[in-house]
């Protein structure tokens, strides 16, 4: 028998304290009073309105924990029949071991093996792509967890107006092995040309954390070189379209296409690249932020819940992070 990934649950955590563009500003404002006006203009380009911040006391673990228990409810199953957990994320706990390591043992998931997945915002389509070739090539695995988290808040200097980006939050998938699809195709691209534009610099083996560093803001996320405006207008639609090809289906027949949620007039350009109305596509950044890692997860869970990824939809997932990475996957709801 052929086997095929599929989704049957899917999960998100949004924490509770919502942080304003408004309160951003009196923030910012505090070190330069002429970064209020930045975050006007982010807010015009971006349409995120406000934020939502985790606990400081949490890890990231603890928010994608939180995801991770909603898809296994929805999909009806324990953590214990969990074979394999995927966490894609660019803010771990640690820099070793793995944060999936750390969610595995706060989910009580005693059966499962873990990785985690490191190409940042693009690691939640690579996760399901994963998870699905998993399952096909694996008879003894029944059901894979994916989950995307992002707390980039506690890595950011909160005088830096960049902050205007990082929310927190955390969104989950269980796929399971079926005999059709499913998992319909992927597609990926790169340049590392942009490895040194946005990042966190000091702390890995590059530069090692020490006191100056740290002084200096080193450890902290900073933007250093901005990337071109069109960096995501022009490789999307190329992702999308090698789905298609790659799929077997035309990119008229997608039904909801759902992209990194960093910048809302980017999706609207993009949706125009394609040919498809505004109504196959979904977002979640006005009022949640911008949750790298984990906003496509997050924006599927919010699709499904408002009934626009159903039964048979044809669900195309595009990912972009710093690096550059890009990630498509794209599947049929079961």
């Known amino acids: 028998m052929t086997r095929y990934g599929t989704i049957i649950g899917t999960g998100r955590y949004v924490p509770e304290a919502i942080h304003t563009n408004e309160m951003l500003k009196a923030q910012v404002s505090a070190a330069n009073p002429d970064l209020a006006k930045v975050v006007d203009a982010f807010q015009d380009s971006s349409g995120i309105r406000a934020r939502r911040l985790a606990p400081r006391e949490w890890a990231a673990s603890d928010i994608a924990v939180r995801a991770a228990q909603a898809a296994l409810d929805k999909a009806g199953i324990s953590a214990d029949q969990v074979d394999m957990i995927l966490l894609g994320t660019d803010t771990p706990d640690y820099i070793t071991p793995a944060t999936s390591t750390v969610v595995q043992h706060k989910l009580g998931a005693v059966n499962a093996g873990t990785y985690d997945i490191g190409c940042a915002c693009a690691s939640f389509p690579t996760g399901v792509a994963t998870a699905a070739g998993l399952l096909a090539t694996s008879p003894w695995m029944r059901y894979v967890l994916v989950i995307g988290v992002y707390m980039m808040s506690k890595l950011a200097d909160p005088a830096d107006v960049t902050s205007f980006f990082y929310s927190d939050g955390a ?64 490789n999307w639609p190329k992702i999308a379209r090698l789905l298609a090809e790659r799929g077997g289906f035309g990119v008229q027949e997608i039904d909801l296409v759902i992209f990194t949620q960093v910048r809302l007039p980017s999706i609207h350009l993009v949706m ?54 890009y990630a498509g996957a794209a599947l049929r709801m079961p």
């Open 171 to 234: 969104g989950a998938a269980v796929l399971a092995a079926d005999d059709k699809p499913g998992f319909l195709s992927s597609a990926y691209l790169a340049d590392g040309a942009y490895h040194a534009h946005w990042g966190i610099y000091s702390g890995g083996s590059y530069e090692p954390a020490t006191v100056e560093s740290v002084q200096a803001g080193r450890a902290n996320v900073r933007l250093l070189q901005r990337y071109p405006p069109d960096v995501n207008h022009i």
């Open 272 to 325: 125009a690249d394609l040919g498809l109305p505004l109504e196959k596509t979904h977002w979640v950044m006005e009022e949640w932020g911008y949750t790298g890692s984990a906003c496509i997860g997050m924006a599927l869970d919010d699709a499904i819940e408002q009934g626009k990824a159903k039964s048979g939809d044809l669900v195309a997932l595009v990912g972009s992070g710093v690096g550059y990475n």
